[in-house]
T-cell receptor, first 116, second 114 residues
Framework: ETGVTQSPTHLIKTRGQQVTLRCSSQSGHNTVSWYQQALGQGPQFIFQYYREEENGRGNFPPRFSGLQFPNYSSELNVNALELDDSALYLC???????????????FGQGTRLTVV | AQTVTQSQPEMSVQEAETVTLSCTYDTSENNYYLFWYKQPPSRQMILVIRQEAYKQQNATENRFSVNFQKAAKSFSLKISDSQLGDTAMYFCAFMIQYAGKSTFGDGTTLTVKP
């Protein structure tokens, strides 16, 4: 148990719709990262938020956006869903920005998004 | 751009035996971290072991140890005394210091057989 929870666990949406995925980090964790994990592949970095500001972004289009709130919760929003957006979405929280010595990322169990 | 390659999509090992999972990476950076994560069927990614690139000594965590060869850009994971609970997908990951972004390999599915 990592203390990071994601909701919902499963979700089915229609192509073109919008979706919001939620993550509740461990208390005190200032950093949250989001990843997309397609079936049979490793996680791909979407973006990271540190103290409510975006702090790094992977190769994802602007229709992927996020928010981080002062209460250690965060959201991943995806607009204009495409079939290829079907994947497991993982969030990971950490005490400080990843890369700081001794910082460990704690992952949630993920949200399985299916776009039909 | 950084890449991480895990050349063994699937591996199996008998309970109590030792298995080694391979990982190679490519980077021009000098300060970075390497990780092995375990993802069981429950999907929750769990950190197994971490290695700082500036450290020459290989990291060890109980039954898990790494063989870090910086010049060869190789980072293998050795699991000793394999247990049924070790059955999972294992991911090798790379992160540049302070960059915030982790790059993962495509994973190795490990099955421990009784």
């Amino acid at each position: 148990e990592t203390g990071v929870t994601q909701s919902p666990t499963h979700l089915i949406k229609t192509r073109g719709q919008q979706v919001t995925l939620r993550c509740s980090s461990q208390s005190g964790h200032n950093t949250v990262s989001w990843y997309q994990q397609a079936l049979g592949q490793g996680p791909q970095f979407i973006f990271q938020y540190y103290r409510e500001e975006e702090n790094g972004r992977g190769n994802f289009p602007p229709r992927f956006s996020g928010l981080q709130f002062p209460n250690y919760s965060s959201e991943l929003n995806v607009n204009a869903l495409e079939l290829d957006d079907s994947a497991l979405y993982l969030c990971a929280s950490s005490l400080d920005s990843i890369g700081v010595l001794n910082t460990e990322a704690f992952f949630g169990q993920g949200t399985r998004l299916t776009v039909v | 751009a950084q890449t991480v390659t895990q050349s063994q999509p699937e591996m199996s090992v008998q309970e109590a035996e030792t298995v080694t999972l391979s990982c190679t990476y490519d980077t021009s950076e000098n300060n970075y971290y390497l990780f092995w994560y375990k993802q069981p069927p429950s999907r929750q990614m769990i950190l197994v072991i971490r290695q700082e690139a500036y450290k020459q000594q290989n990291a060890t965590e109980n039954r898990f140890s790494v063989n870090f060869q910086k010049a060869a850009k190789s980072f293998s994971l050795k699991i000793s005394d394999s247990q049924l609970g070790d059955t999972a997908m294992y991911f090798c990951a790379f992160m540049i210091q302070y960059a915030g972004k982790s790059t993962f390999g495509d994973g190795t599915t490990l099955t421990v057989k009784p």
